[in-house]
């Protein structure tokens, strides 16, 4: 008899493995939010929530260390997280980092890599409490960011709504040819947001804008439709398409009622020069996820996806 092959994490996706262990997990007694949003919500105060998220980064996977540098990659280490924060309306607080670290590597790689993370910690007022050190073939550093969000500050994925205008910050596109790894985390745009409008759902595009609003209309149970010609590209975008599909551009994609928006296109440029750019609206479950084309008008389906690790 023909041995069955064993069913293979890169059958499964990236998405599929988490939903997995979600499925395993029991249900939450004492968080109140655990997997599938930027972060886990967790009770701390009578006001306040803390916040928790984990980012890791690979040689070989996300970075490069003799192109990047090691200071920069040590900046984007905790950079990825600090946005992940931005993204649930919450200021960063503490963080620790597990390091996995090839026994020949130079001291100074490992110097450099920690100034960079301590420069952008110290920017951000983040504190460094701990971690773990391992040795590895590959460096490899796993980051964990500790937050708070006021409980009227906090925003979901899950609560986009029907006729809701979708916003983003900054341009997007080609962030691999530069922007990936000094970005600006969008803390201070998010906390503008949270404070002075009503904002319904957020997250971070790290994926791409096209698999990261998916994401929000996925756990809003939603559709959107957006305009190709309206999202603003990076100088590094090679064509529209890549605004919609390549991914770590860490800005922030979120929703708000169209009298808010209005509120947000006429205020926020008092806050902060920060582009802010309306670009498609929130629809019915049933029309789907649908993108205007710019050459041809067309209302197509967006069906390609964001970045997945397999
Ligand atoms: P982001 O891109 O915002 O960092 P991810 O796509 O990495 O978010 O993760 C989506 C959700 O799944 C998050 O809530 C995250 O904490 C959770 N998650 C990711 N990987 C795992 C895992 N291996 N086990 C448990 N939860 C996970
Ligand atoms: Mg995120």
Redesign the pocket.
């Known amino acids: 008899m023909k041995r069955q092959e064993p069913m293979k994490i890169k059958y499964i996706s990236?998405?599929g493995?988490?939903k997995r262990?979600?499925n395993k997990?029991p249900a939450l007694k004492n968080a109140v939010l655990?997997?599938?949003?930027?972060?886990?919500v967790i009770n701390y105060t009578k006001n306040k929530y803390l916040l928790s998220?984990?980012?890791m980064l690979i040689e070989g996977v996300h970075f490069d260390l003799r192109k990047f540098g090691a200071f920069k990659v040590g900046r984007k280490a905790l950079a990825?997280?600090l946005s992940?924060i931005a993204?649930m309306g919450g200021i960063p607080k503490y963080c620790l980092i597990s390091l996995g670290v090839p026994e020949d590597m130079p001291v100074k790689v490992v110097d450099d890599f920690y100034a960079g993370f301590l420069k952008l910690a110290k920017e951000y007022g983040v504190e460094l409490v701990g971690g773990d050190t391992n040795r590895s073939d590959k460096l490899i550093c796993d980051v964990c960011v500790i937050g708070e969000v006021k409980k009227e500050n906090l925003v979901l994925r899950s609560e986009a709504k029907i006729g809701d205008i979708i916003f983003i910050t900054g341009c997007l596109g080609g962030s691999i040819y530069g922007k990936h790894l000094d970005f600006t985390p969008r803390l201070m745009e998010a906390k503008i947001l949270t404070k002075n409008f009503r904002i319904n759902s957020m997250?971070?595009i790290?994926?791409g804008l096209a698999g990261?609003l998916k994401?929000i209309l996925e756990e809003s149970k939603v559709g959107a439709v957006i305009a190709q010609e309206k999202i603003p590209l990076s100088k590094y975008a090679l064509n529209c398409d890549s605004a919609l599909y390549d991914g770590e551009d860490y800005e922030l994609l979120f929703t708000a009622s169209e009298k808010e928006a209005r509120k947000v296109v006429e205020n926020f440029k008092k806050f902060s020069g920060t582009r802010l750019t309306p670009i498609g609206k929130i629809m019915p479950k049933k029309f789907g996820f649908r993108v205007i084309e710019k050459d041809t008008n067309r209302v197509v389906p967006v069906e390609k996806k964001g970045f997945e690790h397999f």
């Open positions: 990236e998405f493995l988490i262990v979600n997990v655990g997997i599938g949003d930027d972060c886990a998220t984990m980012d990825v997280s992940d993204a997250i971070d790290s994926d990261d994401r």
